[in-house]
Every structure is written in C-alpha cells, then in structure tokens.
C-alpha cells in the first residue's frame, strides 16, 4: 500500500509527527465501534490506489486542486476525478471550496479541493465523544416522546444540511443513486460504517456501526438524529423532501439500521 506519510520537504518526520497507532485516538484507546468505523473510513477513502496517489497530489498544491486538473494529471474523465474528489472529501481528507476561475465561460465558479487541516496526519475524522452523546440522550428523555423526536430529526436535519454543503458547494445536483451514495459515504467518516444497496423499487441505506449505540439503547429516539441527517443530506444534494422509513435498528437488537429511501 503506498505511504500516505507526507514530510514538508527539508524536514524529517518524527514520531511526534505520525498517525495515531490504530486502535489508538488522540484521546486514548477507542472502542471497539469507533476501531471498526476507521478501518472502514480510511479503507473507503484510500482503498484505491488511484485515489491515494490524487491526495497526495492535492497535498502538494498549496492553492487546491480542480477535477480538470487531476483529470489532467491522472489521464482520467473528469467525472470519474471528481468521482475520487468528492470521496476524499466525505471522508474529512479534503475540503471543498468555490473561487472563481477567469478561464471558465461566464465567470462560472469553479469547485476545488484542498487538503483538510485535520487531515495534516491523517487522523480518522471520528466526530462526536461519548459524553455530549450520553448528554444527549438524557436530554432528549426530559421531553415528550414527540417533541424528543422531532427535536433529534431537526437537529440532524440542520447537521446534514451543513455536511452536503460542504460536499456540493458549486456542483451540479447529483443523480438520486449518485447522491445516497454520498450520503453513505460522509455516514461512513462519522462512524456508522455506512452502504446504499438496491431492493426492487427501493434504495437501502445500512449502516452497519452506530455511534450513538449505547445512548441509543437506553433512549431508542436518539436514532432520529441520524434519520435527520440522511433527509437533510439528500434534500441539499438532490432536492424534494424524501419519505425516510426506519426497517431495523441496532439499538433495538437487529443486526444492522436500515432506512428505506
């Protein structure tokens, strides 16, 4: 697998300088969800080899890069450049942002990707800790069963709003497929180890990790954060409020949460 190390040129790295050890956050041990969730993570965004070699140029372009200019430098589609781009970036590897670019017709923004200042030795973006989740939950059990959901849902709903406007920021919108698969993707770097798949007429997202899974076993309306999310996602990557249906979850003991899209 190719180094994703990256030294400023004329320095040596030191220990201080590498990656936490796996297994091991900046904050101590992790647990065995948010272990399984970065393997996933970092496995979904430097998986393939092309991709690996895309951050460690975007790394080296202090002003970013656009999808033109890793086509270019890959001899690939622009559309499969920005395929890697948007991936990197669900992942917390890389940022987007919009400039304007004088060459593009009619002053059109242009999207690029720069490398993220978390991302600087590659630690996961793992998000969240266990005591504002448990904090959480207990608020959310001081109100009704109605408003407790409809607060989580909402408070999701703005969260995944803002992620896809991280992601999309001066893109086209996506296909409905193309945008779940998003959706799946920045699920994933937020540790629930998240995938789209097809049954009949109906897409799935499932998502085999939950970070809330202890909060949520003790306050099951806590999973309405995560419902929240996946509605604010695609409504601001394709558009139209889309009826979210909940098959399973893991805090009531199934195998995996499943939401019917």
């Known amino acids: 697998?190719?180094?994703?190390?990256?030294?400023?040129?004329?320095?040596?790295?030191?220990?201080?300088?590498?990656?936490?050890?796996?297994?091991?956050?900046?904050?101590?041990?992790?647990?065995?969800?948010?272990?399984?969730?970065?393997?996933?993570?970092?496995?979904?965004?430097?998986?393939?080899?092309?991709?690996?070699?895309?951050?460690?140029?975007?790394?080296?372009?202090?002003?970013?890069?656009?999808?033109?200019?890793?086509?270019?430098?890959?001899?690939?589609?622009?559309?499969?450049?920005?395929?890697?781009?948007?991936?990197?970036?669900?992942?917390?590897?890389?940022?987007?942002?919009?400039?304007?670019?004088?060459?593009?017709?009619?002053?059109?923004?242009?999207?690029?990707?720069?490398?993220?200042?978390?991302?600087?030795?590659?630690?996961?973006?793992?998000?969240?800790?266990?005591?504002?989740?448990?904090?959480?939950?207990?608020?959310?059990?001081?109100?009704?069963?109605?408003?407790?959901?409809?607060?989580a849902e909402q408070v999701g709903e703005e969260y995944g709003r803002e992620l896809a406007s991280q992601m999309s920021a001066g893109d086209e919108q996506r296909s409905f497929r193309s945008a779940l698969h998003a959706v799946a993707d920045a699920l994933t770097a937020h540790g629930f180890a998240a995938h789209a798949e097809n049954r009949g007429t109906s897409l799935l997202l499932i998502k085999d990790n939950c970070p809330f899974f202890d909060t949520a076993k003790q306050h099951p309306v806590i999973c309405a954060v995560d419902r929240g999310m996946v509605r604010g996602m695609l409504a601001s990557l394709y558009g139209g409020d889309r009826v979210l249906g909940t098959e399973s979850s893991r805090a009531l003991g199934d195998d995996a949460c499943i939401t019917v899209v």
């Open 1 to 151: 697998m190719d180094s994703l190390a990256h030294p400023v040129p004329g320095q040596v790295a030191s220990a201080s300088d590498a990656a936490p050890a796996p297994g091991r956050g900046a904050n101590g041990p992790l647990t065995d969800v948010e272990f399984s969730a970065a393997v996933v993570a970092v496995t979904t965004a430097f998986g393939d080899p092309t991709r690996r070699r895309i951050y460690l140029f975007a790394r080296e372009q202090a002003d970013g890069v656009t999808a033109s200019d890793v086509a270019e430098q890959f001899a690939l589609h622009p559309n499969v450049a920005r395929h890697h781009l948007d991936k990197l970036a669900a992942g917390g590897y890389l940022e987007v942002f919009v400039s304007r670019n004088t060459s593009a017709r009619a002053g059109r923004p242009s999207k690029g990707y720069r490398v993220s200042g978390q991302a600087g030795g590659l630690e996961v973006p793992i998000k969240g800790s266990d005591l504002l989740i448990t904090l959480l939950g207990r608020s959310l059990a001081l109100l009704s069963p109605a408003d407790a959901e409809t607060m």
